[in-house]
Structures are given as C-alpha cells and as structure tokens.
C-alpha cells in the first residue's frame, strides 16, 4: 500500500469517526430533559398565549435551555442559555447528580412561574431601558413581559402590535 493510500485511508477514517462523534453529541444535546409550558397573556388580548421552557440533553450540568414565548401559536421570542449559567456559586451541587437534577428541575420550574405581565415601570425604562425604542411602538405599549434566567439576568419584553412581535428594551443583570 502506498504511503498516499494509507494517508488517505486515515483521513477517511477520522472523518467517520468524527461524523459518528458529531452525531452521538448532536443526539445527547437533543434528548429532551425538561418541558413545560404555561398559559400567559402576552398582547392582552389573546388568551391563547403561552410560554414554553425546554431543556435538552443527558446531564442537568450540560443542558440546553430555550424559553420560547407563543402569540396565536407562533413564536415571537426565543431566549436561550445552557445550565452552567444556573449553576453559577453550586459547584458543590456537582458531586451528587441526584441533588443536581432536583435542583435544576426546581430551578426551570421557579423560571417559568415567575414569568410575568405587569406593568410598564417608565421611571426604570428611563434609566436603564430603550425608552426610544419604546416610544416608537404605536399605540405606546402599557404593559411588559418579564423574566429572569441565569443568575440575575432580567429581560423585558412589550409587545408591538403592527409588527406583531415581541420587542426586547430592557435587559440587566
């Protein structure tokens, strides 16, 4: 056998190789962990909106999150972040899986409650919003969709109506 052949028989090999690894993470990423869903008004006219938390994957310690939120049975907003922003100061949590997923469980559970409907705060938009942003939203939007994720980490939604969107003008930590 040449040294061409065997150079690429191995290079042949690796690309396998690595297409199955590939294919055994993008599985284990995909595995469903968590899923529920709640109804929540979001346009104040539709009692068919809905919020979606899912968490794919095998570990509670490597998971990916997606919070979707559903108008008319569309999605209008997608947020997305991994466990390990979760587990921010519980590395202890680590060594006993069987804490870590009750953990996590309760966690993704206490997310999707406390999104909210409340409404708009302009004293906080003024100081740490896009109040511009805001303002070009006709007729001006009176409420806003909360929720927090990932160790402090707050979004603020408004819905806009002619574009039929949610619009993200406040985000913190």
């Not at 979001?42 to 994957?57: C, E, H, K, Q, Y």
């Not at 206490?110 to 006709?138: A, F, Q």
């Not at 009176?142 to 994720?149: A, E, G, I, K, R």
């Amino acid at each position: 056998m040449s040294r061409r052949a065997l150079l690429t028989g191995l290079a042949l090999a690796t690309l396998v190789f690595a297409n199955e690894s590939h294919a055994q993470t993008t599985a284990a990423r995909t595995a469903m962990w968590y899923r529920k869903s709640r109804a929540l008004e979001i346009t104040g006219a539709d009692p068919r909106d809905s919020v979606v938390l899912t968490a794919l994957g095998k570990r509670a310690d490597s998971l990916a999150i997606s919070m979707t939120f559903y108008v008319d049975g569309v999605a209008k907003h997608r947020q997305r972040w991994t466990s390990e922003d979760e587990l921010y100061d519980n590395d202890d949590l680590r060594k006993s899986p069987a804490k870590l997923n009750a953990f996590m469980r309760t966690r993704l559970d206490d997310i999707l409650k406390m999104v909210n409907r409340d409404t708009i705060s302009w004293e906080l938009v003024k100081h740490m919003g896009d109040e511009p942003l805001l303002r070009r939203i006709k007729p001006l939007p009176t409420h806003q969709v909360m929720f927090s994720f990932a160790f402090e980490t707050s979004t603020f939604l408004a819905w806009d109506p002619v574009r039929r969107r949610l619009v993200v003008f406040m985000e913190c930590c």
